[in-house]
């Protein structure tokens, strides 16, 4: 009998999706008719190489370790960045991952990624059919780029939001300190979608005398309108602050951290970042004091705080997931929509996956300003909620206490 | 009666230099003695400018505020760098602040800060006790750095320790996720001691089958065995995360940032940074994905994952020095003592600040594995403790709710 289930997950880390796999571990540990859970490392590529754990052996009776793997952020079960063929091209991987699902009597597979993974699930979920096995595959959402469509905001995301505004309000903060002028440019991830750089705008404490300048991958990046902004700040407060996505682009489609031209003794272009290529015009241009930035895979994997809503949701979307395949339902992914800010209420469902694939849900136009180098109320209103609530992460020895196993 | 005190910050900003100045507040709150509590802004350069503000008037009263103030990071009165000249070659400053402290009516000025900060204070000392004012000058210590001599760790160290173990764990998670050779290298503060890039080594959690190699500006930097290292470790786990101090040098003293050699199109140096030079490095010698982070200000300004040890002991030594004063000290620093690691116990004390002035503690070099890219377990057992227990910092809207007062 095809009743066990099989968990992967893909593409980037964030601080959620653990969660999400804890709230199916928990659902399905809790579920009578399910037989083992099995967990494939390193996504859709381990599961083709068999590469397959026993999630039940782990977990079950162990309420403990559920507890902190719910909190532990990255991914348990490691991650690949594999794409599968169309099928028509070639389909020898789904045949492969068909064996593997009759091997190990897959009945459910649930895969928790973004929007090529709901790719993936798509694929999966067809071709099984075609087969004529009766496996349920489900997506579970995940990204800190918030990029993904038919969900109100992507898991992850909001915990990012919080990392980010939370370190932004100390480096502002941190800034403004000095009887001198003083610009600090921090990049943040995102290179297609500006929703992660965009959460700077929570950054300042009340009271505070400056506004972050805030530079979208959305906006060509316009150099002297650039410097008249960042000059405008430091003329008014002393200091400036600078939010630049990794992902910013010139009129003509360049990223501005190849453009700057910075090459190696060699002759070797170097792979500078953005913010420090926005270092570089600024100190240029204006003359003053100028840090940069690179806050790197540190804002994704931010447990330590993350965001209790996050965490929840992503935990919620997971159990949910398991519901949605114990019902017979199969081609989706689970998702929520947000019915109201005050309070703030959000409603589970699911959405056919198709819908989802390849798509990308870009920032609003009108929720930009473009002028100003800032977002507009409407994105405060959008990401203010997703940031509340704090972490409940054990410490031991005075750091955050992860789960980590060795397979 | 010169009843009155004054307080200033000075040097690079801290998680607990905030919760020295609450220790000093709260203490003079509830003498019987004390006057007015004055605000120096922006330190001694602030000070000079008659830049003075009333904290009896913002914290009389304001248990709240004195609590946010204790948890906010960076500083509440801002900083300067402004060294005063030696008073036999230039004495104007000198006088002019012993015209503040008449006008004033300044009992005891309280000056927290670093190496720099303590030279101050022992020649303040020293010049108003020769114009006779009984003014009692007594400093507070605080630097992430921890290169403050006399004392067992610096106040705002144990914080940063928790910050970057917590993110360098973050960060060695993420960089284990994917099934490729994958090298992050993490830029750590410190110019010209190793102390805080060392905390890395607290990273890994239970079960991690990776070590961070660790670069200290104490070791000269050797390309060839540093490259082996990374290898040695990407081979052994197919990945592997670099932790290098800002200030590393090569073996004739040159930083590593400037001999990398990165110019950018007008044919100037660009201010790389050490974390990007040893990237570029990796990448031509090892040929895999390399990711470079800079941390930045960031790991000093950490108030969300501050130590609780640390603020604790921060708050303390504000609230001694205010009674050593009283007590009709001056030309002193507060300072701990550890006295067992196994319960962890410190003992409060002063020194004469003459002692701390312009000296720096170094790493032992006993303590540094040269060979191995890492530190010894009598680092470890230093480190440990300093990071013990969690902040008790209060959010609103999903942020720490810092206290930022405009002035």
Redo the contacts between chains.
Sequence with gaps: MNNNILIAQSGG?TAAINAALAGIISAALKSDNTGEIFGGV?GV??ILEENIISLTERFEGDEDALRRLRFT???YL????YKLKKPEEDDSDYTRLTEIFKKYNIGMFFYIGGNDSMDTVARIKTFTESRGLSVKVVGVPKTIDNDLVEIDHAPGFGSAV?YV???F???M???????LEYV?V?EIMGRDSGWLTAAAV??P?????SEPVICLPEVPFDKEKFIDRVNEEVQKAGFAVVAVSEGLKDKDGNYISAS??????FGHP????TA?AL??LI?EAIGCK?????????Q??????S?ETDINESYNLGENAFRYASEGKSGIMATLTRKGNDPYIVEYGYVDVTKVANRVKDVPPEWIDEDNFTVTADMIHYL???????TKVD?K??????????Y
Tied chains: 1, 2.
């Design positions: 880390p390193n590529q381990g952020p990255d991914m490691k991650t690949c960045r919080k505004a939370t370190t309000r100390e480096v903060m941190d800034t403004g300190l000095y009887p600090a921090v929570l950054a404490p009340e009271n505070f005398p700057t031209g910075y090459v190696d003794k170097q792979l500078s970042g420090s270092a570089g100190k100028v840090r940069s930035i690179d806050l790197g895979s540190a994704r994997s931010a447990g330590h705080i965001s203010r909620p997703l940031t509340e609530g704090e410490y020895e005075g750091l955050p206490d992860y789960l980590y196993d060795r």
